[in-house]
C-alpha cells in the first residue's frame, strides 16, 4: 500500500495514457464495453460521494440521471445548444432537484432516507413516462445528435469513449480536491458519527444537501451525456435496475475510496457482457457477488483492509480491552 502512494502519480499517468491509446486500438465492441466502464465509474463514483462519504443512503441515484438525461436531450433536439453547455444545464438541473429533495430529508437517515430516495427515483420515472409533450412518453426522445468538438463528430464507441473519459477525469480531480477541503472534512465526520460532528458546530443539514447536491450534479451531467451515445433516450432506461446497478459497483469497489466505484464498474460491467447470455439471471448474479463480497470483504476490493467496515479494528481493540481487564 504504501509503495502504490510512493508512485501514485506515475502509476495515475500509465493508466491515463493506458486509456487514450486503448480507443485506437480495439475493436467497436470492446470499445462500448470501455465506454460503459467509464460512464458508470463516474456514477458509482458520484454515488459514492453520498454514501460514501456522508453516510447517506441514496438507492434512487437514477433519478438524478434521468433528469440529465432529458434535460440534456431536450436540449438537443429542440435548441441545438452546444454539447458542453448540455452537459452543464442537465447537471445543475439535477443538483436543484437535489436541493430540493435535500429538506425533507435533513433529519432523517438510514431506511428512512433509502426509501425516499427509491420513491424519488419511481416518480421521475413516472414524470418522464407520462410527460408526453416534453419527454415523448412511452416513446422516447429519438435522433439526438452526436457532438461535434473541432469538426470531428463524435458518433461511434471509439471516439465517445474520450467524452466519457474526460467526464470521469475531471470529477474523480475535482473530488480529490472537495475531500481535502473543509467540505470533504465536514462529510467525513458526519458519516462517521454526526452528533459528534454536531457538537463540534458541523451543520449537518447544510453540509448533507451540498454532498447530496454535488452527487446529484455529476449524475446529471453523465445522464446529459447519454444520450448522444446511445442517440435515444426513454423512461424504462432509469428505473430501479439502474440504481441497483450502480450500488453494487460502488459495493463492489469500495465504499469511501475514489478509485474503488471505477474498479467495480470495471467488473460489473465486464460480468455482465460476459454473462450476456443470462440476461434473465442477472440481478441474480449481482445479489450473489454483493452477498460474497459483504461475507468475504465487506470494504471492498479497494478498501482498506483495518477499516471498520472490515470489523478488524473493532476486534483489536476488544482484544486489547479484554487483556487489559482483570478478574474480580
Given at each position: 500500500?504504501?509503495?502504490?502512494?510512493?508512485?501514485?502519480?506515475?502509476?495515475?499517468?500509465?493508466?491515463?495514457?493506458?486509456?487514450?491509446?486503448?480507443?485506437?486500438?480495439?475493436?467497436?465492441?470492446?470499445?462500448?464495453?470501455?465506454?460503459?466502464?467509464?460512464?458508470?465509474?463516474?456514477?458509482?463514483?458520484?454515488?459514492?460521494?453520498?454514501?460514501?462519504?456522508?453516510?447517506?443512503?441514496?438507492?434512487?441515484?437514477?433519478?438524478?440521471?434521468?433528469?440529465?438525461?432529458?434535460?440534456?436531450a431536450i436540449l438537443a433536439?429542440?435548441?441545438?445548444?452546444?454539447?458542453?453547455?448540455?452537459?452543464?444545464?442537465?447537471?445543475?438541473?439535477?443538483?436543484?432537484?437535489?436541493?430540493?429533495?435535500?429538506?425533507?430529508?435533513?433529519?432523517?437517515?438510514?431506511?428512512?432516507?433509502?426509501?425516499?430516495?427509491?420513491?424519488?427515483?419511481?416518480?421521475?420515472r413516472i414524470i418522464s413516462?407520462?410527460?408526453?409533450?416534453?419527454?415523448?412518453?412511452?416513446?422516447?426522445?429519438?435522433?439526438?445528435?452526436?457532438?461535434?468538438?473541432?469538426?470531428?463528430?463524435?458518433?461511434?464507441?471509439?471516439?465517445?469513449?474520450?467524452?466519457?473519459?474526460?467526464?470521469?477525469?475531471?470529477?474523480?480531480?475535482?473530488?480529490?480536491?472537495?475531500?481535502?477541503?473543509?467540505?470533504?472534512?465536514?462529510?467525513?465526520?458526519?458519516?462517521?458519527?454526526?452528533?459528534?460532528?454536531?457538537?463540534?458546530?458541523?451543520?449537518?443539514?447544510?453540509y448533507r444537501s451540498i454532498?447530496?447536491?454535488?452527487?446529484?450534479?455529476?449524475?446529471?451531467?453523465?445522464?446529459?451525456?447519454?444520450?448522444?451515445?446511445?442517440?435515444?433516450?426513454?423512461?424504462?432506461?432509469?428505473?430501479?435496475?439502474?440504481?441497483?446497478?450502480?450500488?453494487?459497483?460502488?459495493?463492489?469497489?469500495?465504499?469511501?475510496?475514489?478509485?474503488?466505484?471505477?474498479?467495480?464498474?470495471?467488473?460489473?460491467?465486464?460480468?455482465?457482457?460476459?454473462?450476456?447470455?443470462?440476461?434473465?439471471?442477472?440481478?441474480?448474479?449481482?445479489?450473489?457477488?454483493?452477498?460474497?463480497?459483504?461475507?468475504?470483504?465487506?470494504?471492498?476490493?479497494?478498501?482498506?483492509?483495518?477499516?471498520?467496515?472490515?470489523?478488524?479494528?473493532?476486534?483489536?481493540?476488544?482484544?486489547?480491552?479484554?487483556?487489559?481487564?482483570?478478574?474480580?
Open positions: 500500500m504504501k509503495t502504490l502512494r510512493k508512485y501514485r502519480w506515475v502509476l495515475i499517468c500509465l493508466l491515463l495514457a493506458v486509456a487514450l491509446i486503448l480507443p485506437q486500438v480495439i475493436s467497436s465492441y470492446l470499445a462500448g464495453i470501455l465506454c460503459r466502464i467509464l460512464l458508470f465509474g463516474t456514477l458509482a463514483g458520484s454515488l459514492n460521494v453520498i454514501n460514501g462519504y456522508s453516510g447517506q443512503m441514496n438507492i434512487g441515484h437514477a433519478g438524478f440521471v434521468c433528469i440529465g438525461a432529458y434535460t440534456g433536439t429542440r435548441t441545438g445548444v452546444p454539447f458542453v453547455l448540455q452537459l452543464v444545464c442537465g447537471g445543475i438541473l439535477a443538483s436543484l432537484v437535489a436541493w430540493v429533495l435535500s429538506k425533507p430529508m435533513q433529519r432523517l437517515k438510514g431506511i428512512y432516507l433509502a426509501i425516499i430516495t427509491m420513491g424519488f427515483c419511481e416518480i421521475t413516462l407520462n410527460w408526453v409533450g416534453l419527454t415523448g412518453g412511452p416513446l422516447g426522445i429519438k435522433n439526438i445528435p452526436a457532438p461535434v468538438f473541432f469538426g470531428v463528430k463524435f458518433n461511434t464507441p471509439e471516439r465517445y469513449a474520450y467524452i466519457f473519459l474526460a467526464i470521469l477525469v475531471i470529477f474523480t480531480f475535482l473530488t480529490g480536491r472537495v475531500l481535502n477541503s473543509r467540505v470533504g472534512r465536514a462529510w467525513i465526520s458526519i458519516r462517521e458519527d454526526d452528533l459528534a460532528a454536531r457538537s463540534l458546530g458541523v451543520k449537518l443539514g447544510h454532498n447530496l447536491m454535488y452527487g446529484a450534479f455529476f449524475a446529471g451531467v453523465c445522464g446529459a451525456a447519454m444520450g448522444p451515445y446511445y442517440r435515444y433516450i426513454a423512461s424504462d432506461m432509469f428505473s430501479m435496475d439502474m440504481s441497483f446497478n450502480i450500488l453494487s459497483m460502488v459495493i463492489l469497489g469500495g465504499q469511501g475510496t475514489l478509485i474503488g466505484p471505477i474498479v467495480g464498474a470495471a467488473i460489473i460491467n465486464t460480468v455482465t457482457e460476459a454473462f450476456r447470455f443470462a440476461q434473465e439471471y442477472r440481478m441474480v448474479l449481482y445479489a450473489v457477488i454483493i452477498i460474497a463480497m459483504m461475507w468475504i470483504r465487506p470494504q471492498g476490493l479497494i478498501g482498506v483492509s483495518n477499516s471498520m467496515l472490515s470489523g478488524r479494528g473493532i476486534v483489536k481493540k476488544r482484544g486489547r480491552g479484554q487483556k487489559n481487564e482483570r478478574p474480580a
